[in-house]
């Protein structure tokens, strides 16, 4: 994102803070992005003082995420006050429905984006958390996605499971530094990962990096533009040759 649009967000994040300190109740925002989630994550540690900040998306891992602002004397109990809905779709188990095909019905009843969070699909089934609102929408509007006929139910805890899949990179580095990693996982000169660094293409854990000589670790995700995503997932030993062992997941 360009510097204006990081004021904006910020902005909105310092105006969700004033509010729950004003009226000493819980606010919420709409679903963020996974950048967007890491950096509302930094930006609340250094700025809510006395109050306390939650991110939850409806389940354990989820991608999209909404903001919760809200007086130390709620706990955890704010989870259970997040204004979402778990929706869920059955369908005829031969009718193979893409998180695209969902995305794009819920785009056709001119809902946003940041209305909608994590969308995962089963085989007869999928499920999506979205806001309050935009769920009576849904439920009044939608009765195919795409060809296929749906049925909606608003009723359901979510019971599916993200089946990401990976291509393992296994290799060895010099050092755990961002660009050697950034060489290996795009497969170029250690000179061309600097520069991706340089350019701004390289974000670790949603973040752009701003540094080549910033140590990994395990369990970091890097991206990269044009090559993909990859998860650090294995640090071993060293070679004769003192380089280090590493294994990269390759989201796919």
């Given amino acids: 994102m360009n510097a204006q649009p990081d004021k904006l967000f910020f902005a909105r994040l310092a105006d969700m803070v004033s509010r729950c300190g004003r009226d000493y109740a819980p606010v919420f925002s709409s679903f963020l992005d996974e950048r967007q989630c890491a950096e509302a994550e930094l930006w ?14 409806g389940y354990d891992g989820a991608r999209r995420k909404m ?12 989870r259970e006050m997040f204004p979402m809905k778990c929706l869920t779709f059955t369908f005829r188990r031969e009718d193979e429905l893409t998180h695209r095909d969902f995305l794009g019905s819920f785009m056709a009843q001119m809902l946003r984006r940041e209305v909608i969070g994590d969308i ?5 089934i999928a499920q999506t958390f979205v806001t309050d609102i935009a769920a009576e929408t849904i439920m009044a509007s939608v009765t195919k996605i795409g060809r296929v006929g749906v049925k909606i139910s608003d009723s359901r805890t979510f019971e599916l499971t993200e089946a990401q899949k990976y291509q393992d990179i296994s290799g060895t580095v010099a050092s755990l530094r961002l660009d050697c990693i950034v060489s290996l996982a795009a497969n170029v000169s250690r000179e061309k990962a600097a520069e991706l660094i340089r350019t701004d293409r390289v974000d670790v854990n949603h973040l752009t990096a701003d540094s080549g000589s910033r140590e990994l670790r395990e369990g970091d995700v890097l991206s990269v533009r044009g090559c993909g995503r990859f998860i650090l997932s294995g640090i071993g030993g060293e070679t004769k ?7 990269l997941k390759k989201f796919i």
């Fill in 44 to 57: 609340c540690r250094a700025n809510v003082g006395e109050l306390r900040f939650m991110m939850w998306g």
């Fill in 67 to 78: 903001l919760a602002v809200y007086p130390d004397y709620l706990g955890d109990d704010v």
């Fill in 120 to 124: 995962v699909t089963g085989e007869g």
């Fill in 241 to 247: 040759k003192r380089r280090i062992h590493i294994i």
